[in-house]
């Protein structure tokens, strides 16, 4: 039973369907997020099962006393979930800083300060699930996303150091590698997408076990073949 | 916003039942000073404090969340054993086993002690415990001449019995102070050896007839029930009394704490530290069933009404002869369910009790009756009549059924008049221990609580599930 849960990027996508559908079973969830409208609308429908902060989490040296409000707020922890995530669109020959640096400072800088917390937490007190929404673009880096598909191989190894770290207390680490969702990160793209609350309830569910996973049989298939591909023909093909 | 408390100072606490658990901030105060600051730094970031000794009490009287914990255990200096007036000065994290380790020699024993030596001196008044000669003894609290406690605000205050004080801050769980000083009274013996008597007992009747008989006589008295035992065999167990014994020689053999040690194998053989391992597999119905009647059948054809020496630490320690035996009981862990009856109910009030473990599959794998009397202290559990401590092993798909078992088996005691015990308890709501400890006494507890601690500092898991922490009416 998840009592307690932070959810860090929760004002929309997975963060956000993660946290309604946990509040729904029962769990206290804190959300944080820029966007607190959104939030509060959240806890409006759960009456004092939501906590909400508004944090942007490019805000790294706001995140240690956070997190400590939180915990005490909520009255413990049993999951942490790193939902926040950028992709902005990007062409094909575009190299533009401004356009990289918030995907580094949010699916990286604010990944690993909200999660060093945590895992120092979890590493102490040998309790808790430890989750991050990495994907399956992590994978391969590709021609169209380089600096989105490198943050999110970025937070691939980390969590796995973490894993390597704190798994071994019974503290479960996850690395959730979704494909294509239904969410607003992924509106401009045009192909075949799995519902939100699909992913999300998935993930709940496997937020207990520690390891990296897939949301679907599919991908994982699929990305186990793209990974292995060998360099030189892949740099030929126009993905 | 509050001041970052370092998470490298956090740990999960659980009970010595292992069924509740939190996450806290650890601290382990050496010295008055440092309690002040703890509570200090409590006040200023807006947490509160849990208190916790050797973990011992079984359920969340020893643990809360997100609270700092102050550990009293490295508070566990003796600074005076007076010979003359047998009184012990001591910090309030000295260990039962500390205790009679440094006084057997000069003949002193500890006036109450548990079924474990692993508890403090500050658990053990923050619960009042009691022993197997609680029907003469009373609790320990009784034996208490004097004992500094910190209020939450920071002050120290010393108490004496005929402080009014006094006989709320033993037995209040630490909610209205740490105790960190005790002058304890010990009790003067001749020799480390009991006389020991042990009877098997076949049915209910039989149990409550030698209580009776042996109330004005015997030191010590305590039964093993086996809940199993159904229609006559209902009650069945092993009874046994003890008796301080005299020697004639100056310094005996049985007081020094080498001839007491329990050994450190069963059966000669088998090492001590694994035999958790072995009982693990038995510990289920079945094998518990089997267990108990073995006992029983055990009793009644091996040494049945033959007394016989033995020691102190022997008869007394039953729970420390297998170590981390509570890991039998994961994963899911155990609860101690500790009922306390007037004598002209409890025949009535723990036989049916039994019946409804009985009804239910869920029959406690371990059963302990012993007498007690009424005492003077806040949260008392003392009453005219006897104890039932119950062992309930929980499991995911159990714990609801059992937490019913308890609540109808609560529903008993309330109606005859009964007690509970703070360091046993998991099950109780707030109305079961409202109704029990009187509403005189609880509206003393909330007086004490606005007085010394008006910010409710000092918490548990156990004072916010009771509705003993004010700080919860606020949210």
Known sequence: MIKEAIIVGASSGMGYEVARQLAEAGTKVAVVARRLDRLEQLAAAFPGKILCYSHDVTHFEEIPGLFQQITHDLGGLDLFLYASGVMPEVGWHEYSFTKDKP?????????????????????????????????????????????????????????????????????????????????????????????????????????????????????????????NFPSFIFRKLKV | MIRATSPSRMVRATGFGMTEGGDVYLYRPTNVQEVKDILQMARETGRQVVLRGSGRSYGDANIARECLMLDISRMNQIYSINKQSAEVDCQ???????????????????????????????????????GKNAYV???????????????????????????????????????????????????????????????????????????????????????????????KHAGRGVFHAAWYTQENEEFPSTLRPENQDLPDTILGFFPKSVVWRFLKPL????????????????????????????????????????PNWRNAYLPGGFIQYQSFVPKEHAPRVFAEQVRLQQEAKLES???????????????????????????????????????????AMNDLVVAAGGKFYLAKDSTLRPADFQATIGSENLARYFDLKAELDPESILTSSLAKRLGLDPREFSK
């Open chain 1, 103 to 227: 995907m580094v400072d949010v699916n990286i800088s604010g990944a690993v300060a909200w999660i060093n917390e945590a895992a120092e937490r979890m590493d102490n007190t040998r309790h808790g699930r430890l989750v991050a929404i990495g994907s399956v673009a992590g994978e391969r880096g590709r021609s169209q996303q380089p600096v989105y598909n490198a943050s999110k191989a970025f937070l691939h190894t980390y969590m796995e150091a973490i894993r390597n770290r704190i798994a071994r207390h019974g503290v479960a680490v996850v690395t959730i590698k979704p494909g294509p969702t239904e969410t607003e990160m992924t509106a401009h793209l045009k192909m075949k997408k799995m519902p939100v609350e699909v992913a999300a309830r998935k993930i709940i569910a496997l937020s207990g076990k520690t390891g990296e996973h897939f949301l679907s049989p599919v991908h994982a298939v699929a990305f186990f073949i793209i990974r």
């Open chain 2, 92 to 130: 309030a994290g000295v260990t039962i086993e500390q205790l009679w380790r440094s006084t057997l020699e000069d003949g002193f024993w500890p006036p109450i002690v548990s079924g474990t030596m692993a508890p403090t001196l500050a658990g053990a008044l923050g619960m009042n415990i009691h």
């Open chain 2, 137 to 231: 003894a009373g609790p320990i609290g009784e034996h208490v001449t004097e004992l500094d406690v910190v209020l939450p605000n920071g002050d120290v205050r010393t108490l004496k019995p005929e402080n009014p004080l006094f006989h709320a801050v033993i037995s209040s769980a630490g909610l209205l102070g740490v105790i960190t000083r005790v002058r304890l009274k010990m009790k003067r013996i001749k020799s480390g050896d009991l006389r020991v008597l042990p009877l098997s007992v076949p049915d209910w009747a039989g149990q409550f007839k030698i209580f009776e008989d042996l109330e004005h006589d015997a030191d010590y008295m305590v039964t093993w029930i086996d809940c199993f035992g159904r229609g």
């Open chain 2, 283 to 322: 510990n289920n119905r079945f094998g518990m069933r089997a267990l108990n009647a073995a006992k029983h059948h055990a009793s009644r054809l091996l040494g049945n009404g033959k007394q016989h020496p033995q020691g102190l630490v022997g008869f007394s320690f039953l729970l420390d002869y297998v």
């Open chain 2, 365 to 407: 794998f371990l059963g302990v009756m012993k007498r007690h009397k009424p005492d003077p202290f806040l949260f008392s559990h003392g009453v005219d009549g006897y104890s039932l401590a119950l062992d309930f092993k929980v499991t995911r798909k159990n714990r609801e059924k059992l937490w019913q078992l308890a609540h």
